[in-house]
């Protein structure tokens, strides 16, 4: 075979493919309408709600679902060989934080016209920690600003897991999260198909978050 002919081959090939993936990228949208009409009236409108859902759900980022006000005691001693207790230490502090969650975590499935809406686990989205009284007892050890921020961060660590831990205050959190979602999810499908769509929330486990 020439040089020519092989040449022409080749180029044939590559013509070939490029109509081929003309064609794709132009049916695609027909065939994609052709297998939703195939579907079931509920199917449709939880598909619908769905992909309104997500974009919504890219667009935003994080939901702010609790707000927490809380007060606590951090105390602290300090002994020396032989002396004894050379420093006493007692802040009393508030903790705020605010819990939410991230809406690009969220994951969703559908079935029939049951749309299932599997929210990510809480997160801590900002918080502080700020003293309100101090006594201190440390005339011959003064409390230094290093260790009085280390004091304070260890607290706030102690804090954080507290409200994502499971516990009462975790579990109502949840709720309340449930409740904020809903909220969101009637102003966005506010006029839409939504009202055919059953949507149910639960939260991810851990071994799926």
Sequence with gaps: MSAGHAFLKWL?????????????????????????????????????????????MEESARL???????EGVISSSVNALWIGEVQNV?????????????????????????LTLKLPKLEILTDSINIKEVE?????????ES???????DEKLKCRQHYLEENEDS???????????????????????????DIQIEFQTDEAA
Aim: aromatic share 6%.
């Design 171 to 197: 579990v109502q959190a949840r709720v309340n999260t449930e409740k904020v979602v809903r909220e969101m999810l009637a102003e966005l499908l506010s006029g839409s198909a939504g009202m055919d769509v």
């Design 90 to 114: 007692v802040m009393k502090y508030t903790y705020e934080a605010s819990l939410g969650i991230d809406l690009k975590k969220v994951e969703m499935s559908i079935a029939g016209n049951t």
């Design 136 to 144: 201190r007892n440390d005339f011959w050890f003064p409390l230094s």
């Design 147 to 153: 260790r009085r921020r280390k004091l304070m961060e």
């Design 12 to 56: 044939g090939k590559i013509i070939g493919t490029a109509l081929t993936l003309c064609l794709m990228i132009v049916l695609l949208p027909y065939a994609f309408k052709a297998a939703y009409r195939l579907l079931p009236d509920g199917s449709k409108n939880a598909v619908t709600v769905s992909a309104i859902l997500s974009r919504k």
């Design 64 to 70: 702010e679902t609790n707000k927490i006000s809380d």
